[in-house]
């Protein structure tokens, strides 16, 4: 499975974004996709997830209420609408997929990750 990430982009605060996760190669619509983001000189941090086909969703604290998590099975493709965007959202975002029945918000549980795309939300 290889995942692109896109969407990413210089918004200000308040404004909105959707992010791409795009997979190629073998995926089953119950295999479960996040999304990550990492700021400058910070650890990577789990922001949401669900499956391919969008079910299964859950939210880091930060995020809920203002980003949804979706997903589109037919193209493969999860989405990230993110609203009420927020100075400390500037990160860089990464999409990842697990292949494991029991999956969590920790990286390690990811076998799969795209290669980030930059989200920057100015004042």
């Known amino acids: 499975v290889q995942l692109q990430a896109s969407g990413g982009g210089l918004v200000q605060a308040g404004g909105s974004l959707r992010l791409s996760c795009a997979a190629s190669?073998?995926?089953?619509?119950?295999?479960?996709v996040a999304w990550f983001r990492q700021a400058p000189g910070k650890e990577r941090e789990f922001v949401a997830k669900?499956?391919?086909?969008?079910?299964?969703?859950y939210y880091a604290d930060f995020v809920k209420g203002r980003f949804t998590i979706s997903g589109d099975n037919a193209k493969n493709t999860v989405y990230l609408q993110m609203g009420t965007l927020k100075l400390e959202d500037t990160a860089v975002y990464y999409c990842?997929?697990?292949?494991?029945?029991?999956?969590?918000?920790?990286?390690?549980?990811?076998?799969?990750w795209g290669q980030g795309t930059q989200v920057t939300v100015s004042s």
């Open positions: 669900s499956t391919w086909r969008g079910s299964g969703t």
């Open positions: 990842a997929a697990s292949t494991k029945v029991f999956v969590t918000t920790r990286s390690q549980d990811y076998d799969y």
């Open positions: 190669g073998r995926t089953f619509s119950t295999y479960v």
